[in-house]
C-alpha cells in the first residue's frame, strides 16, 4: 500500500513525506558540522564594557595645603595627589575616607 501511495503522490506533484527522526536528525548533524567549522562564539569571550565606578577625591586640607602633587601609601599602594585630587575606585575612595585622608 505505501508503494502504491508513494505512486499517485508522485504522479499529483506530491512528494512522499520522509520519516520525521531521519530528517530531524540530518539539520542536527549539519548544524553540529557548521559550528564545529565557524569554531566557539567570539562573543561569549568577550570582556563586559562595564566601566568600573571611579570617583575623584581630595585631600583633606586647604588649597594653600593640596597646591602641587601628593604621595600617599596606604595598603601597601603609592597614591599621587594632584593638586589635592586623584580618581580612584569607589571602593578605595570609601576606605580613605573612612581612614580620614580625604573629603
Partial sequence: MTKAKNAKEQEEGIEPKQDDGVALQGV???????????????AANEPDNKQPS??????IGTDSERTGSHTLFYEGAALNFINGEIEVKAELAAKLREAGFVE
Fill in 54 to 59: 571611579n570617583e575623584t577625591v581630595q585631600l
Fill in 28 to 42: 542536527d548533524s549539519s548544524q553540529n558540522l557548521d559550528q564545529e567549522k565557524a569554531g566557539p562564539d567570539p
